[in-house]
């Protein structure tokens, strides 16, 4: 059975940082690409940053050079390091696959508020 469990969200203030971690299990890893989603209250949920089987990224407008995405194929793990955080990201942030998408976890709410 496929799962992803995200993890490192929280309360921050405009400008500071935060990484977060998705850790995946029942999959083989390091075949897929992954992506990270984020949804806010009323709206759809949107691809954030995607990063293929090789390492290649890409990243929506409305994060780019702030977002970074990586992943640890041994560990079965992806992150996201987000800096310069601003009150749009405030969001549920979740992971899955990049393709057809799996059953999605809990996700991880991340709040910027001053």
């Known amino acids: 059975q496929v799962q992803f469990v995200e993890s490192g969200g929280g309360l921050v203030q405009p400008g500071e940082s935060l990484r977060l971690s998705c850790a995946a299990s029942g999959i083989i890893f390091s075949i897929y690409g992954m992506g990270w989603y984020r949804q806010s209250p009323g709206k759809q949920r949107e691809l954030v940053a995607r990063?293929?089987?090789?390492?290649?990224?890409f990243y929506a407008d409305s994060v780019k050079g702030r977002f970074t995405i990586s992943r640890d194929n041994v560990k079965n793990t992806m992150y996201l390091q987000m800096n310069s955080l601003k009150p749009e990201d405030t969001a549920v942030y979740y992971c899955n696959k990049a393709v057809t998408p799996s059953s999605w976890g809990q996700g991880t709410q991340v709040t910027v508020s001053s």
């Open positions: 990063i293929n089987s090789g390492g290649s990224t």
